[in-house]
């Protein structure tokens, strides 16, 4: 079987060493990869959103599937262009996928269907917006609606804020057009948790949980970045929260998106907030969360590639989706500065030594091949994945092998799991 990967990231790497894995796949082909991915696959010349492209070479390498990574080649319609040639492809097309591409929709979405989530309104026009907030409470938090690599949201504390935020997103538009129309929503606390699962069409399967790490500095200080790192399970998950999820949430979010003529194929990414008045519904989205699935994948008992095809195939009822009884925890390195201004091409030493060392990780995030060997070729560099016994024992074996690993302006928070220690 021939398997083509769509992507770049940390992710893609994991998502290539799960289908590794798989007794089924003979060949793994990743568009366009990394050095670290580059290990298992081969590595193509052409980049996500050249879909005509990447269509015509799973036509003529007859590729068996297509698993999606991304979320722009998903809310651009890269499925779509897939089935329309009859091609075997994994992941939402693009009405569904508009889950993760809109957030005015997906808050409609659960304003219609009662999904938990916090009070909103909808902008399209600064000034309505500007009016609204003069009366608004603060804390706040402001969301372009569309993508912006998980970082068009941003929390105000002050009206004075507030306004800077409309002129950032709206006006100065620093996210692009995912700043055309605004959510503004009620600012909720509480324990976050990531919920991956399996969907399709009908059936939902839930992953393991995990918990991501945004910030960019230690304590949760600094700007949003595309995550520092994330353990997995949450203790803060329990039985009592899985199954007010299950009840509220999961299955009904697949069924809403039903209703609407939008079925959903694909990974549905539950990001959630667990308040004093139960879970709500922070986002979703469209595909495995980064790097969610660098905790998530490796704890997976399953073949990837069979709760993948069930899912492409509507039988994931059939699928008994299992997760080893241990805990991971995976610590970004990224380059210093990241996510405003940073230098690459730094040579990086050590990665050997993951080769032989059962139950770690190291996935390729930002990473180029050259003629000195591996070097830096982006703001997040390296996921460091190790597993332990229970979260305090993966924590201690994640940050000793940092370690092991070297480049100029290495940079990581140290305390990705720290909350562990309060559970």
């Not at 970082?151 to 804020?161: A, D, H």
């Not at 699935?293 to 989706?321: F, H, S, W, Y």
């Not at 979260?391 to 370690?403: D, G, V």
């Amino acid at each position: 079987m021939k398997v083509l990967i769509i992507g770049s990231g940390g992710r893609e790497h994991a998502i290539a060493v799960a289908v590794a894995k798989s007794p089924k796949v003979d060949k793994i082909y990743c568009a366009p990869g990394n050095a670290g991915i580059a290990q298992l696959a081969e590595c193509l010349d052409i980049s996500a959103m050249e879909f005509d492209k990447l269509v015509d070479f799973a036509k003529a390498e007859k590729i068996d599937l297509t698993i999606v990574g991304m979320d722009d080649p998903l809310v651009g319609g890269i499925v779509d262009a897939f089935e329309a040639e009859g091609l075997r492809v994994f992941g939402p097309r693009k009405n569904a996928a508009i889950l993760e591409g809109s957030k005015a929709f997906s808050k409609d979405l659960m304003k219609k269907y009662n999904i938990p989530t916090a009070g909103y309104e909808n902008f399209e026009d600064a000034g309505k917006a500007l009016e609204y907030l003069e009366t608004a409470k603060f804390p706040i938090v402001l969301k372009a609606d569309g993508l912006a690599l998980g970082k068009g949201v941003l929390i105000c504390n002050t009206l004075e804020e507030a306004k800077e935020g409309v002129q950032s997103i709206m006006m100065d538009k620093k996210f692009g057009t995912a700043g055309n129309t605004m959510v503004v929503e009620e600012f909720m606390t509480g324990r976050e948790v990531s919920v991956l699962s399996f969907v399709d069409g009908k059936t939902i399967k839930t992953m393991t949980s995990a918990q991501d790490h945004k910030r960019a500095g230690d304590g949760d200080t600094g700007l949003n970045t595309g995550g520092m790192g994330t353990f997995s399970p949450s203790p803060f998950y329990t039985e009592e929260v899985d199954a007010f999820c299950e009840k509220y949430v999961y299955q009904a979010t697949v069924d809403a998106m039903a209703a609407e003529g939008r079925e959903f194929k694909g990974i549905i990414f539950f990001g959630l907030m667990l308040t004093e008045e139960g879970p709500k519904v922070l986002e979703y989205n469209a595909r495995f969360g980064d790097p969610e699935a660098q905790v998530v994948l490796p704890r997976m008992k399953n073949d990837l590639v069979e709760v993948v095809e069930a899912c492409i195939d509507g039988t994931l009822d059939q699928i008994d989706l299992q997760f080893e009884d241990n805990a991971a925890v995976c610590v970004v390195l990224a380059s210093q500065g990241y996510p405003v201004s940073y230098e690459k091409g730094f040579v990086i030493n050590g990665l050997e030594k993951f080769d032989d060392k059962e139950g770690y990780y190291v996935f390729h995030a930002g990473t180029k091949q050259t003629s000195e060997g591996i070097v830096t070729n982006g703001g997040r560099v390296l996921g460091v994945t190790a597993k332990g016994k229970d979260l305090k024992e993966a924590r201690a074996n994640a940050y000793e092998a940092i370690k092991l690993v070297e480049f100029d302006n290495k940079y990581y928070r140290n305390d990705i799991g720290k909350a562990i220690d309060e559970a």
